[in-house]
């Protein structure tokens, strides 16, 4: 039987699985790993959403099939949720779709929307599926700057002019996974204008939106432009917002057509999430916000402790204004090695795993990505083995051979 699947071909190595390896050996061979590689939330979800999955899970009735849309309460929910936070009205039997999380969400709306070539625009640097679900379903990238101004309107318009066939679609990711941009209102008015001039469709990535550290300048939502509606598509995660990255549960909200034919995809794939996690959810966009409040300060303590201690230990940090990441230059002596070798060499040298960024695009090989989840002790830890690395890396980088060319 052939190996060389067509869809698979497609796909690179995935480059976080070589560093996962590494960390592996790494523990086996009873190394303390401090692991800021993977945006996987280490808080607990809120009681009052655990204690509704609970009261709801064991009967008869919420045990069968659920519903691939998502249930009513879900749906009205999330619609609640978005009248609440954006001032932004959607009817939640047309304009809202609950997915297994905002990744199966735009993968599958990939799947409904791309045909053989279809060009689409994507940030590069971004969050892997935003280029790989259109690359599976047959589609055709073409990378375009992240930072959200007005270098990216012009390489959009760039696009356009040059693309061959014209493309389909723009995605957009703000907070931003992996950079932490974030994008004001004006740029999205920008965008959408731009959108509907050369007839474009936009999807938004929306998951970090309640993860930002100025309480005075909450990151806004694409549909809160007038017309969007007309263009754009946006998918949330409870994932981050209540720490219920396990639990597999998204949204898409905003253009009807677009979402109807994410719907009928999805009705052939999946019977939607366990109808208990769903009413769970359901709760959880439902209920109190205190617990989003403390999910923020916990973040901005952890981001405040990293920025600290890894500039007091010699590596220059920007602060993030938002998601629950830092995107950071690698130290100018390991620049030339490339962000995988580096991110293996910080964890055989100094005991931390970190995202290369090559793993989000091929302009973010001089960056990693570090993410918040280890509590301040834990960061505070990491710093200081990063520093002694770095003290001692001038004098042995010379001996400080790429782990790949080791076999």
């Known amino acids: 039987m052939t190996t060389d699947f067509h869809r698979i071909k497609r796909l690179p190595p995935y480059v976080f699985e070589q560093v996962n390896r590494i960390k592996a050996a790494a523990r086996n061979a009873g190394a303390d790993i401090i692991d800021l590689g993977m945006g996987n939330p280490d808080l607990a979800a809120p009681k009052h959403v655990i204690d509704k999955l609970v009261e709801t899970a064991g009967k008869p009735r919420t045990d069968r099939y659920s519903a691939s849309k ?11 949720y978005y009248g609440r936070r954006f001032g932004v009205k959607l009817n939640p039997d047309t304009q809202v779709i609950a997915t297994l999380g905002s990744k199966e969400g735009f993968a ?53 002019v040059h693309s061959i066939p014209k493309p389909i679609a723009v995605v957009t990711c703000y907070p931003a996974n992996p950079t932490a941009y974030t994008a004001s209102l004006d740029f999205y008015k920008d965008l959408v204008a731009f959108a509907k001039k050369h007839e474009l469709i936009l999807l938004s990535d929306l998951a970090y939106a309640e993860v930002y550290f100025d309480e005075n300048d909450p990151p806004p939502s694409m549909l809160q432009v007038n017309g969007a509606m007309d263009v754009a598509v946006e998918f949330t995660s409870l994932s981050k917002t209540f720490s219920m990255a396990g639990w597999r549960v998204g949204f898409a909200v905003g253009n009807e057509r677009l979402l109807a034919a994410l719907a009928r995809v999805k009705s052939y794939l999946d019977y939607g999430a366990f109808t208990p996690v769903q009413v769970a ?47 950071v230059k690698i130290p100018e002596p390991f620049r030339e090695m490339g962000s995988l070798e580096f991110s293996k060499i910080l964890v055989e040298k100094a005991s931390v795993a970190v995202a290369p960024g090559i793993g989000f695009g091929e302009h973010g090989d001089e960056y990693v990505r570090i993410a918040l989840v280890e509590n301040e002790q ?30």
């Not at 994507?122 to 073409?142: Q, T």
Request: proline residues 7%; charged residues 25%; glycine residues 8%.
């Open 70 to 80: 998502g249930i009513g309460g879900l749906r009205r929910a999330q619609a609640n």
């Open 108 to 160: 599958n709306m990939a799947q409904a929307i791309t045909a053989p070539g279809d060009v689409v625009l994507v940030p590069n640097p971004s969050y892997p599926i935003h280029a790989f679900g259109f690359l599976m379903a047959g589609g055709v990238i073409r990378s375009v700057p992240a930072e959200p101004n007005e270098d990216m309107i012009r390489a959009l318009e760039r696009s356009v």
């Open 281 to 327: 959810a359901a709760a959880a966009l439902n209920g109190p916000d205190d617990c989003i409040r403390e999910m923020r300060e916990v973040y901005r303590k952890r981001r405040d402790a990293l920025v600290d201690s890894f500039s007091r230990a010699g590596w220059d940090f920007p602060a993030p204004n938002a998601s629950m990441f830092a995107w």
């Open 378 to 407: 834990r960061i505070r830890q990491a710093a200081r083995n990063v520093r002694r690395f770095l003290e001692t890396a001038e004098k042995t980088l010379h001996n400080v051979v790429p782990l790949a060319a080791r076999g």
